[in-house]
């Protein structure tokens, strides 16, 4: 088992950043990928950015890309989310999750564990 807890959320006015961070435990964090989704009201769990075990691979949906940078520090057990020039279609609760496999998949399924998630509300 792994547990994952996110933190960092919270409200920001558009144009404006906020890190979010994912700590784990129950497993050897650096022996996975790992990846961070958002759900806003009404619609499904969309893809955000997952990135390799070592760090060194990083993928991204197009709809964050060159906003968000996704990173992650093994020797802490803790992944990172910073987000910069945040829209008001950022709001969402920020979920990450684990990967026993490749990274290069946008698909739930594919993750095997989920933290509870965080709130980003961007006000306009």
């Known amino acids: 088992q792994v547990q994952l807890v996110e933190s960092g959320g919270g409200l920001v006015q558009a144009g404006g950043s906020l890190r979010l961070s994912c700590t784990a435990s129950?497993?050897?964090?650096?022996?996975?990928?790992l990846g961070w989704f958002r759900q806003a009201p009404g619609k499904e769990r969309e893809f955000v950015a997952t990135?390799?075990?070592?760090?060194?691979?990083?993928y991204y949906a197009d709809s964050v890309k060159g906003r968000f940078t996704i990173s992650r520090n093994n020797a802490k057990n803790t992944m990172y989310l910073q987000m910069n020039s945040l829209k008001p279609e950022d709001t969402a609760v920020y979920y990450c999750a684990l990967i026993l496999g490749s990274i290069y998949t946008t698909k739930p399924a594919d993750f095997s564990f989920w933290g509870q998630g965080t709130q980003v509300t961007v006000s306009s």
């Open positions: 129950g497993r050897t964090f650096s022996s996975y990928g």
């Open positions: 990135i390799s075990r070592s760090g060194g691979g990083t």
